[in-house]
């Protein structure tokens, strides 16, 4: 009777630990992940303070861009309008001392790639590499490549200017900082001069620790 | 009085004292129900609404997986599973043929709370149409409803969405 009871114990035993990992087979891995340098640009990074980091770079520019893809002046015609978007009109007077073309850069090619022929971007960034093409294939210097040569470069319809902005204030006894930041975009008809397209990303945030932003 | 009569007398006085704690109660609970801030959520009923499916993908089969279904809201963190209510998600085509998405959430908490949103549009075939949206961040006052929107880039090749929701950080 022990013996029987002893093998039934056993027994038992061994068939719970093989349910046992037949369950842990079959289950979720709920662990964390390798630990990484890489992080997502789109989340906040392991370094925030009060200033526009990257996760509010990708998120203003995706908001902007899917806001002007359904303005029907700007992607809604049946003739595409050129369109310039780029760091010369996009002024900041903000705190936040980093660099703006950034911000116009990540807009203008993620609009060019999304936009797939319903606008036409023209690169006046780099308006004298095109003259200077331009001019040694008239001037013989160079053959005409594989494109037709046409009598200008494409002019403008709509050029983006905008604005970054902000608001600091600061308790000096605690540390404490608070800043506003805002950044207005604005899609201006270069014949008109009318704002065909508006918007305003703004975010508040207060925090402790100074960041250093570059 | 005799064992039996002094038993009896105890029995109505326990029987008394029962019934002014259960109408008591009932007053109370009564008046919380009443001067509760609303919105008021019954989490109960909520959770009882979440319906997993399993989507086919696009090569028609069934995965093994269980999601919520297309044209909805998904909730990814569980710290604010028992602390917001989606209301609703709508969609409708914008002017320019984009597609249009918005949703209401409210704050059932007495604190304020910070949601981020983004949305993954579909094509027929249950295939992302284009790449998934920007967290877009909504600020909820206490017991507050707060809305969210979204444009596609695509436009006719839209065809659903979902909505994902995680706690702001």
Redesign the interface.
Same mark, same amino acid.
């Given at each position: 009777m022990g013996q029987k009871s002893g093998r039934s114990w056993r027994n038992g035993l061994v068939l719970a630990a093989v349910g046992g990992m037949l369950a842990g087979c079959a289950g979720v891995d709920n662990s964390r992940g390798t630990p990484t340098v890489y992080s997502d640009p789109g989340s906040p990074g392991p370094v925030q303070g009060v200033g526009i980091e990257s996760q509010d770079i990708v998120s203003m520019t995706d908001q902007m861009m899917r806001d002007m893809l359904s303005e029907p002046r700007l992607a809604g015609r049946k003739t595409p309008p050129n369109v310039i978007i780029d760091d010369e009109y996009f002024s900041n007077d903000s705190t936040w001392r980093a660099d703006k073309k950034v911000i116009t850069e990540r807009l203008r090619v993620n609009l060019n790639r999304a936009a797939k022929g319903r606008m036409v971007f023209i690169a006046r960034h780099v308006a004298a590499m095109v003259e200077n093409e331009r001019a040694l294939k008239r001037e013989g210097r160079v053959d005409k490549g594989t494109l037709s040569m046409t009598a200008a470069s494409k002019g403008g319809d709509y050029r983006m200017d905008g604005h970054i902005g902000s608001v600091d204030t600061l308790n000096p006894r605690t540390g404490m900082k608070s800043r506003y930041s805002q950044i207005s975009f604005e899609m201006v008809d270069l014949e008109t001069g009318e704002i065909v397209w508006s918007n305003i990303y703004e975010m508040q945030k207060s925090g402790q620790d100074d960041i250093i932003y570059r | 009085m005799t064992f039996f009569e002094t038993r009896g007398a105890a029995t109505r006085r326990q029987g008394a004292a029962i019934a002014c704690v259960v109408v008591v109660a009932g007053f109370v609970s009564g008046c919380a129900r009443t001067n509760e801030q609303a919105p008021w959520c019954n989490m109960s009923a909520i959770n009882d609404q979440r319906n997993l499916v399993a989507v086919p993908g696009p090569d028609g089969r069934e995965p093994p997986v269980v999601e919520v279904p297309l044209n909805s809201v998904s909730m990814l963190d569980a710290t604010i599973t028992s602390k917001v209510y989606v209301r609703d998600a709508t969609a409708k085509r &914008?002017?320019?043929? &984009?597609v =249009?998405v918005r949703s209401q959430i409210a704050n059932c908490t007495d604190f304020p709370l910070q949601v981020e949103l983004r949305t993954q549009f579909m094509d027929a075939e249950n295939a992302p149409s =284009?790449a998934v +949206?920007?967290? %877009? %961040?909504v600020y909820l006052t206490p017991r507050s409803n707060g809305s969210y929107h979204? +444009? +596609?880039?695509g436009t006719t090749a839209v065809k659903s969405y979902i909505i994902e929701v995680r706690e702001g950080?």
């Open positions: - | &914008t002017p320019a043929g &984009t =249009e =284009e +949206s920007a967290w %877009r %961040r979204e +444009s +596609s880039i950080r």
